[in-house]
């Protein structure tokens, strides 16, 4: 039902009345003015209660009043603008990473920008960024993110000559392992089709620690996958102790299987077709390889070169500043699957905590740390990512050749 002007007005008195008196009562009283605006006025009892927390209508005119609001609902916003560019600029040296993965990473890579010079925030800004939260960070970033990517080829072939000499190991029975057993799988870099010949990488992740190199041959053959192997062995920041493969031929040979029980490591493999068995590696092909390199199709020595070139900088950004979780257990309870993860650790900081790495390997680790610059290795990596990108066969062109 309209109302008349003299009404609106004797409306508008009346709650400006009541207005400043409100905010200074106790609720009891509150609850009495609340009756007394209502029964005189007509309006609701929500209506009438949020006009005199506002502090009444505005003075603009009478037909058009609203209320005033003195502050806008809800918590202050933790990120001001220059901790949003802050906190872009960190999630770009920490090569995208998620919330929970930027927020345990933060102080590694902060402090390494500091050193360096990289970056000049404030101290406040500083304070912002450690104690921002992951669930701020994924929501703040939300429109920065975009995803991207496609399902790649199997190229999987069984090596079944030995698969008698070399035992079955499950995925759940890593729990007692020490630094130095690692799963092994190989990434294959052949677009859209598995004909002719393509460049494969070789992933090698440490089951306790995380810890991942990588290498990149020309082919799938036996004594190129076994040279990289060698050569990744050199670099692990500790003892390599035993080995666990899928059953492609190029890891189940008389050659390595020759190596393993000369070096007195161990060698197990997965059951077939059960690539939960090979977890932690068949993880690390798709957030250090695939993530990066992408589903292209490359082909020859310079296309090995300029990979080598970037994992060489990719394995010190990821092993240095890329914190990952550990699941620790799983209990099924009723029809859900209940699972336990440790917090976020990069790598480097699981090999400090292990007792069984030695301190001079330590000692090694701390004084390269030390050396890193996470936004130089990431302009390294985009440098050399541009000249890969000049020779990569695009994916919906490999079939064609």
Not at 179 to 207: Q, R
Not at 259 to 278: A, I, W
Request: proline share 3%.
């Amino acid at each position: 039902m309209s109302m008349s002007r003299t009404t609106m007005s004797t409306r508008y008195e009346i709650v400006q009345k009541y207005a400043e008196q409100y905010k200074k009562v106790t609720k009891k009283k509150k609850g009495s003015i609340l009756d007394t605006v209502c029964d005189t006025t007509g309006l609701s009892r929500d209506r009438a209660a949020r006009l005199l927390a506002a502090g009444g209508y505005q003075k603009t005119r009478i037909r058009s009043a609203k209320p005033i609001r003195a502050e806008t609902r809800g918590r202050k916003p933790k990120c001001g603008a220059g901790d949003l560019k802050a906190l872009v600029e960190l999630w770009k040296y920490s090569d995208y990473a998620c919330g929970k993965k930027l927020a345990a990473a933060i102080p590694a890579i902060m402090g390494a920008l500091l050193r360096f010079g990289e970056v000049s925030w404030s101290e406040d800004v500083q304070k912002v960024l450690l104690e921002i939260s992951a669930s701020t960070i994924d929501r703040v970033l939300k429109p920065e993110k975009k995803r991207m990517g496609f399902k790649g080829l199997s190229t999987t072939r069984a090596g079944s000559m030995l698969k008698s000499q070399i035992p079955v190991r499950l995925g759940t029975e890593w729990a007692d392992a020490k630094p130095g057993y690692v799963e092994v799988d190989l990434v294959a870099h052949c677009g859209n089709t598995t004909a002719g010949e393509y460049v494969n990488t070789l992933d090698v992740t440490d089951i306790t620690t995380t810890w991942t190199e990588t290498r990149a041959v020309i082919n799938k053959a036996q004594k190129h996958v076994f040279q990289a192997l060698i050569w990744i062995r050199f670099f692990l920041p500790f003892d390599l102790r035993g080995l666990d493969s899928d059953n492609g031929s190029e890891f189940i040979n008389a050659h390595l299987l020759r190596y393993c029980m000369k070096e007195e490591l161990v060698f197990t493999r997965s059951r077939p077709y059960k690539k939960n068995d090979g977890c932690h590696v068949e993880q690390k092909n798709n957030t250090v390889v695939r993530r990066h390199i992408g589903y292209e199709r490359y082909e020859g020595q310079e296309a090995v070169d300029l990979l080598n070139e970037f994992y060489a900088l990719l394995r010190l950004h990821s092993n240095f500043f890329q914190p990952q979780t550990k699941l620790i257990s799983s209990e099924r309870v009723d029809s859900h699957v209940k699972k336990t993860y440790e917090e976020y650790k990069s790598p480097y900081e699981r090999v400090l905590a292990s007792p069984d790495v030695p301190e001079e390997k330590k000692a090694e680790l701390r004084e390269v740390f030390e050396t890193l610059n996470p936004a130089e290795l990431m302009r390294g990596m985009a440098d050399v990512l541009q000249k890969l990108q000049a020779i990569a066969i695009p994916y919906q062109q490999a079939g064609g050749r």
